[in-house]
């Protein structure tokens, strides 16, 4: 019902779409050598791909690599605010069906990811589980306003959408926790390939490409000079510890908050200040979250912060700064640009939020550099072919992506920068397999 091609923001908006992805294809030459190969094997013939992910202009080389391989695509935002509006409609131009737009609401977004499922994808690919965990609620019959939305356009397709699907790829942290919970409780319904974790992602998109473009993000919203600021980064994980480096690099004091042992230890032997979010409060001028829970900086946290702090989040959910207790708190709330909204406090300190709380590289710039997403949308591209050449033989269960995969984007991507892999004599092979030779 009611079946749409597309839904963007305003279609004329191609021309420097075009230019923007035409621009991030100097950067990313491993996708496009993968996009040569597809162009001539067809791996992906006849195949449905379903994607909820955020519409930039590396997504649009991801969704004309699978093309090229034969596929049709489906593309939805897998953000309220990080579609890049001008590469939605040069990807509806060029032939794609494309669901999203920066601002959409709540509703909006749930329709949109109902646009991608009436496809009735063989392959879904999602970043953060939306498009996965909406699946699944629509399967169990779990009822909430968002999957009103999605049956208002889908209709009574339910059961039958996950009979079409071979399999799907995830390609962030917070969406592999929510498919390992579904996962645990024996409820995943197809095979899920988590990109996420694989080396040549985790490595260096997570904490490179959000290190980066975080700090891009607070940059380009506030213009606000990092040296010699106190910075507090919450989470050093893969994500958190990107960022942490990286804010030092820039002349920043640098303050960890850690609930993890080993990470927190791993901050304090790199040399940055540890401690609890009640201390860290107190001094910090920007504060920045990293650690995909939820109300990780609180109200007790905004109470005791200085006037004029910046709080930026870099999870991917917008839950890790509590909006609801900023709202309370406040007794004005203000737009200043469109990044950037400020809460005044009762007794008149205003703290500054970036990017309502969503992922602030995203939201304020323009993501991850094209050169790493180069890494994690190859493993994409190269998981899809994976699934369609191997599903019937793949558990319903949240798998790694293949070791030679993402040994090969690894390798590729060296040989696109010009480097040399040293190889290992026959003499070496046979030492680090035998356990005779010793002192
Ligand atoms: N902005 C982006 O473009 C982007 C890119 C990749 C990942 N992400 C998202 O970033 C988030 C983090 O991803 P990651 O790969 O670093 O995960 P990770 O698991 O490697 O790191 C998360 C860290 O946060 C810590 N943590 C959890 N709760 C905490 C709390 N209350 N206080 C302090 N620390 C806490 C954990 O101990 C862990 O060390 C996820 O939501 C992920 O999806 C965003």
Known sequence: ??????????????????????????????????????????????????????????????????????????LCAS???????????????DGFHVFGWRGMNQKEYYECIGYVLSSRPNITIDDGADLVTSIHKIYYKISSNEVAYILNIIGELGEELVKNIMGGSEETTTGVYRLRSLSSQGKLLYPIIAVN???????????VGTGQSALDGVIRATNTLIAGKDVIVVGFGRVGSGIAYRARGLGARVTVVEVDPINALRAAMDGFRVESMSSASKHGDIFITATGNINVIRREHFQAMKDGVILANAGHFDVEICKRDLEELSVKIEKITDCITTYVMKDGRR?????????????????????????????????????VKNYKNLPRDVISVP??????????????????????????????ESWHLGT
């Open 197 to 207: 974790d694989a080396s040549s992602k985790s490595l260096f998109d997570n904490p």
């Open 351 to 387: 703290l500054h939020l970036l990017g309502d709380g969503r992922l602030v590289n995203l939201a304020c710039a323009e993501g991850h550099p094209s050169a790493v997403m180069d890494m994690s949308f190859s493993l994409q591209a190269l998981s899809a072919e994976y699934i």
């Open 79 to 93: 953000n309220p605010l990080s579609t890049q509006d001008d590469v939605a409609a040069a990807l509806v131009e």
């Open 403 to 432: 070791r030679e995969i993402d040994l090969t984007v690894a390798r590729l991507k060296l040989i696109s920068m010009g480097l040399e892999l040293e190889e290992m004599t026959e003499e070496q092979k046979r030492y680090l």
């Open 1 to 74: 019902m009611g079946l749409r091609n597309y839904w963007i923001k305003d279609p004329n908006l191609s021309d420097s779409g075009f230019k923007k992805i035409k621009w991030a294809e100097r950067e990313m030459p491993v996708l496009k050598m993968i996009m040569e190969r597809f162009s001539k094997e067809k791996p992906l013939k006849n195949v449905r791909v379903g994607a909820c992910l955020h519409i930039t202009k590396e997504t649009a080389l991801l969704v004309k690599t699978l093309r090229e391989g034969g596929a049709e695509v489906y």
